[in-house]
């Protein structure tokens, strides 16, 4: 006699396999640094909903949200250009706490075991306990700090404009430091024991974030603030030279190099399966990983400097025409978007089935 087993079919959709296939997406509940994950590649493991409507706003005066904010804990950290961090509750934006900075704030805020980490353009950079928003210690750099920290173990790391890169223990103390020649702006990315910093002298420098000695400096041609997307041994990063480049880390040399017609301050967003980020030709670009051919294009009415976020299958980023936008991946095809009535400059923050997102007018969106 034949028996015939049941059959089992499970459905999982196309967007739930692409963010289960990539190991360094960020976690689903969590959006901790300015590009989501300790390797910039800007990719959540979370989801969102098809129909994205606004859960609330959080507003300001005379002020705008130029940076990004970042999300730990069920709380969102956002610090204006006022020089203000807020602590504001993901589900209702009420606020929790705020600290004042006494300096205006350019870079998005960091979070790591239970502190938020921020610099700002006096120079000194902050250790805030993220419970209450009382400061634990600052260190004075030497000149303004724009560049979003990253972690590596128990130490934080930052660039300046000192031309400075840094690596301070959790209590503020100073581990190591690094001249790398001009302004250090973006987002430190950060892979094993090996620090990848961005800068304005037109370098990659490779920095073995133990012993902080240089590994390798690599001329990407063009002085950059943007964070070097890390992905299977490569490195993505554009810069005001209007060239998104393709380096191959095991070579030390850049693969190849593709051309915007005006410059990059849009830090990509990289799958396998393209590379994703916009420009001041006010076009979000698509690339292919190895190659740099060109996938797909998608044009607003303003220029894009917000770096864009890969949630599944979709793209969502912001432009200076004061929209939020989400893109399908695949086609570039329009597939959601918001008028926020002013220029979107920041990256937006994914986690727990939430949006977040700022704009010049004082506005803080969250969408779910």
């Known amino acids: 006699m034949t028996r015939y087993l049941p059959i089992v079919v499970v459905f999982v959709s196309i967007a739930a396999r692409a963010v289960a296939a990539d190991p360094n997406a ?11 994950t300790p390797v910039g590649n800007g990719v959540t493991g979370g989801t969102l909903s098809d129909k994205l409507e606004v859960a609330w706003t959080f507003s300001i005066e005379k002020h705008a949200f130029q940076a990004g904010a970042i999300i730990s804990g069920g709380n969102v950290f956002v610090a204006s250009t006022s020089g203000v961090l807020y602590s504001l509750d993901l589900s209702s934006g009420s606020k929790n ?32 306990n993220a419970s209450t928003g009382k400061q634990l210690w600052t260190y004075a750099a030497e000149d303004q700090i724009h560049s979003p920290a990253n972690f590596y173990r128990d130490r934080v790391l930052f660039g300046s404009d000192d031309s400075t890169a840094y690596c301070l223990d959790t209590a503020g103390r100073l581990v190591w430091k690094f001249d790398m020649e001009d302004y250090v702006r973006c987002p430190p990315t950060v892979s094993g024991n090996r620090g990848y910093f961005a800068g304005c002298s037109g370098d990659l420098y490779v920095m073995d974030l133990d012993k902080g000695e240089l590994v390798a400096k690599i001329s990407i041609d063009g002085p950059t603030g943007c964070a070097a997307a890390l992905s299977k041994d490569w490195a993505y990063v554009g810069t005001e030279d209007s060239q998104l480049l393709a380096v191959d880390l095991l070579k030390k040399e850049v693969a190849w190099h593709f ?20 420009a001041r030709d006010k076009k979000l670009h698509a690339l292919e990983p190895r190659t740099g051919k060109p996938l797909w294009e998608f044009e607003t009415r303003g220029m894009i400097d917000s770096s864009p976020v890969i949630v599944g299958e979709r793209i969502f980023f912001g432009s200076y025409d004061g929209r939020i936008y989400a893109v399908d991946r695949r086609t570039g095809k329009e597939v959601w978007r918001f008028d926020a009535g002013g220029k979107i400059y920041a990256a937006p923050a994914v986690a727990a089935g939430r949006l977040v997102i700022g704009s010049d007018s004082g506005k803080l969106y969250c969408f779910k």
């Open 26 to 36: 960020a976690p689903m509940d969590a959006w901790p640094l300015a590009r989501g």
């Open 259 to 278: 051309r915007s017609s005006e410059a990059i301050r849009s830090s990509a967003a990289v799958t396998d399966e393209g590379v994703y980020f916009g």
């Open 97 to 128: 706490w705020e600290y004042q900075s006494k300096s205006k704030i350019s870079a998005t805020p960091a979070f790591h075991d239970g502190r938020v980490y921020i610099g700002d353009i006096d120079g000194n950079f902050h250790c805030v």
